[in-house]
């Protein structure tokens, strides 16, 4: 598991170790698995069990550390980052949700995503142009996490969210937004307290045998060269059906 600010790993039980094994061997049956569609039942029933299995493996190391998440339904700061390393079938697959649930946000969503590209295109020149204000002590982040530490400071909200502030495409959610959890109060996770060092937030994520499996699966079913954003993944995505 990954902590920002280098705070304190959370450890795994036994429990969570034997989940952890278990989506191992899913994802492999999808590795060896002779479709071409992320979409077909083939690869969307085990990869819903896979995620499931992810849910309970997150679950048993909470309970473990004895940590009590503060997210809730409606509770929305973490949906302000931009948004990367969402896999290749993750979008495919929140793609062909919203085309099936949500179609008449289709132009809000391309015109949303647009102008959160643009505001990031354009931070990511103010700082190529000036070196020496993106710099950061000690070198503590590289220039794409302070690009992106940066644009949430703008508080952009994910165009997927509803007016509620809760997420509309929740059950396909990318594995890179399940993975986020505070233990503080909500306040706290405003886009102001990001660098606060006593702040507990944490990034719950697999262990490194499961993100290999998983890059494995992103390469297999890679769509759009170079592009892991989740907003520029849906522009890529919707434009080819606007």
Same mark, same amino acid.
């Given at each position: 598991?990954?902590?920002?600010?280098?705070?304190?790993?959370?450890?795994?039980?036994?429990?969570?170790?034997?989940?952890?094994?278990?989506?191992?061997?899913?994802?492999?049956? $999808?590795?060896?698995?002779?479709?071409?569609?992320?979409?077909?039942?083939?690869?969307?029933?085990? *990869?819903? %069990?896979?995620?499931?299995? *992810?849910?309970?493996?997150?679950?048993?190391?909470?309970?473990?550390?004895?940590?009590?998440?503060?997210?809730? %339904?409606?509770?929305?700061?973490?949906?302000?980052?931009?948004?990367?390393?969402?896999?290749?079938?993750?979008?495919?697959?929140?793609?062909?949700?919203?085309?099936?649930?949500?179609?008449?946000?289709?132009?809000?969503?391309?015109?949303?995503?647009?102008?959160?590209?643009?505001?990031?295109?354009?931070?990511?020149?103010?700082?190529?142009?000036?070196?020496?204000?993106?710099?950061?002590?000690?070198?503590? $982040?590289?220039?794409?996490?302070?690009?992106?530490?940066? #644009?949430?400071? #703008?508080?952009?909200?994910?165009?997927?969210?509803?007016?509620?502030?809760?997420?509309?495409?929740?059950?396909?959610?990318?594995?890179?937004?399940?993975?986020?959890?505070? *233990?503080?109060?909500?306040?706290?996770?405003?886009?102001?307290?990001?660098?606060?060092?006593?702040?507990?937030?944490?990034?719950?994520?697999?262990?490194?045998?499961?993100?290999?499996?998983?890059?494995?699966?992103? *390469?297999?079913?890679? %769509?759009?060269?170079?592009?892991?954003?989740?907003?520029?993944?849906?522009? %890529?995505?919707?434009?080819?059906?606007?």
């Amino acid at each position: 598991m990954d902590s920002p600010h280098n705070k304190p790993l959370l450890t795994v039980p036994a429990k969570g170790v034997a989940i952890h094994t278990r989506m191992v061997a899913l994802l492999k049956e $999808l590795i060896v698995l002779k479709s071409d569609n992320c979409l077909a039942p083939s690869f969307r029933v085990p *990869f819903s %069990s896979c995620l499931k299995l *992810f849910d309970q493996y997150q679950a048993a190391i909470l309970e473990h550390n004895q940590m009590t998440v503060t997210c809730r %339904s409606g509770c929305c700061c973490c949906c302000n980052h931009w948004v990367e390393d969402v896999n290749s079938f993750e979008a495919a697959i929140i793609y062909d949700y919203i085309l099936k649930n949500i179609p008449e946000r289709i132009p809000e969503i391309i015109k949303t995503c647009e102008k959160d590209l643009q505001q990031l295109e354009h931070l990511e020149k103010t700082m190529l142009s000036h070196p020496d204000v993106s710099q950061t002590p000690d070198d503590q $982040l590289d220039q794409t996490d302070l690009l992106l530490a940066v #644009f949430y400071q #703008f508080k952009r909200p994910c165009p997927l969210l509803d007016n509620n502030g809760r997420c509309s495409i929740y059950p396909v959610r990318p594995i890179t937004c399940r993975i986020y959890f505070s *233990f503080s109060d909500p306040s706290r996770c405003e886009p102001e307290y990001i660098n606060e060092d006593d702040i507990p937030t944490y990034l719950l994520d697999t262990q490194e045998e499961v993100s290999e499996l998983l890059d494995t699966l992103h *390469f297999k079913y890679l %769509s759009f060269e170079g592009n892991t954003g989740l907003r520029s993944l849906l522009l %890529s995505y919707l434009r080819q059906s606007d």
